[in-house]
């Protein structure tokens, strides 16, 4: 089957009349088509022959440091360094930036029809690339997969190679923009601008299946995420407590609960956001890049301040309490238990001076042990420990709930859910 492409008559073209001059003119063309055709085989053949190509296998638990290279046919030319939105190592800001920017790339393959298609002619492109030069299929997406009965008809390719089969029907009912546009492409074999780890995310989100068999890494399911509004994917509809993405995520989000904060608080995914919030305890707010800042929601930032203030508070609270005084005696008179109460102040001091709002109860009870061992009254031991572990138990239980309620502001009124 031979593909065609569009491009506009020229006012030469339409103007020129005469046999002989159309004769002149379809030669000239055809003997360009020859030299475009003999050419593309050429790349074509090279890049057959490229043992870096051949040696790409599909990894989706990996995010790959380069990409392919294609030429103006969808054809892969070489390989050049991934962008920093792809990196293994990826900074909230820098995918962010870098996948969340307007400015979506039109694809090489796309085909516009518009009111002036009669200004038009047809041009002769070559068909894509067999399934033989294809690096490998997806295991997921494959010949197999039925919906509602139905095989799939529509071909992807990543582009590292990777063949998706998928069906019409479920991209167009997912997408606001027709998939960035990519599904009004006349041609079966579509190539998508983007690694198979990442439409691979993306195509599990669209059937409702959840990826963790592939185990993706937090900063390839968060920048997949990423890329969702530019296939007109809404990420509140697939990333809730029910669905099997937020699922994904969750099980992932420890290793990196800043980024997943991040773009939690910029698609406004606030049931993941609260879930991430327990895992920032420790974070500086006041050391954050100004990049980041940036990028996570005002609201959301003023949330997590609040977390951590109200987590201070509390831990202030508790350690304002000194340890009961018992009766005097003839070794501990009142003299020498208002010395034992100083010294509770001090190692409170101490402890609260640089203390955050992810204080473990590892570090508050070394704390008083010291004291502890320079406690001679038996009466006042009793009395430090009893302090202690009454702190530690309510300091835990002030942890734990951080972890399952989000702080929420409503006409001034601080709503705790």
Same mark, same amino acid.
């Given at each position: ?46 890049? %057959? ?10 990894? #989706? ?50 085909? =516009? ?18 399934? =033989? ?18 095989? #799939? ?34 041609? #079966? ?23 963790? =068999? ?116 003839? %070794?501990?008179?009142?003299?020498? =238990? ?80």
């Amino acid at each position: 089957m031979k593909y065609r492409t569009l491009r506009p008559i020229s006012d030469l073209e339409k103007s020129s009349s005469g046999r002989e001059g159309n004769s002149s003119r379809n030669q000239a063309h055809d003997n360009s088509s020859v030299i475009t055709s003999s050419s593309t085989t050429k790349d074509q053949m090279e890049t %057959r022959s490229d043992p870096t190509m051949s040696s790409w296998m599909y990894t #989706p638990s990996s995010v790959p440091n380069s990409v392919a290279n294609l030429d103006e046919f969808g054809l892969t030319k070489d390989l050049v360094p991934a962008p920093p939105g792809t990196n293994a190592n990826l900074s909230p800001t820098s995918f962010i930036a870098h996948f969340v920017s307007s400015d979506v790339e039109e694809c090489a393959s796309r085909v =516009q029809l518009g009111s002036q298609a009669n200004d038009y002619m047809l041009e002769s492109y070559p068909p894509p690339p067999p399934h =033989q030069h294809i690096n490998a299929v997806s295991t997921k997406f494959n010949a197999d997969l039925k919906h509602n009965g139905k095989p #799939p008809d529509i071909q992807l390719v990543s582009s590292d190679l990777v063949l998706f089969l998928v069906h019409h029907h479920m991209l167009a009912n997912a997408s606001t923009n027709r998939f960035n546009t990519l599904l009004d492409s006349l041609r #079966p074999c579509t190539t998508i601008p983007e690694t198979s780890d990442f439409l691979n995310i993306i195509l599990h989100a669209i059937y409702g299946h959840s990826c963790s =068999q592939f185990q993706p890494n937090i900063d390839t399911l968060m920048t997949a995420v990423c890329l969702f509004p530019k296939y007109g994917l809404q990420p509140k509809r697939y990333i809730h407590p029910s669905s099997p993405l937020f699922s994904d995520i969750r099980y992932q989000m420890p290793l990196s609960p800043l980024t997943t904060y991040v773009v939690s608080s910029y698609y406004e995914l606030e049931d993941l956001a609260v879930i991430t919030s327990g895992h920032l305890l420790a974070l500086d707010i006041f050391n954050m890049s100004e990049e980041t800042v940036e990028f996570i929601n005002p609201v959301y930032l003023k949330r997590l301040f609040d977390l951590q203030q109200r987590r201070l508070d509390t831990l202030k609270r508790l350690f304002a309490v000194p340890p009961n005084l018992h009766p005097a005696t003839p %070794r501990c008179d009142f003299i020498a =238990q208002k010395s034992f109460t100083r010294a509770w102040s001090l190692y409170t001091t101490r402890l609260l001076w640089d203390a955050r709002a992810d204080l473990t109860v590892g570090e508050i009870e070394r704390t008083y042990r010291t004291l502890d061992d320079h406690v001679t009254c038996f009466d006042c031991k009793c009395a430090l420990r009893e302090r202690v572990k009454g702190i530690v138990i309510e300091w835990s239980e002030q942890k734990l709930s951080t972890s399952l309620v989000a702080v929420a502001y409503q006409a001034g009124t601080l709503v705790v859910r």
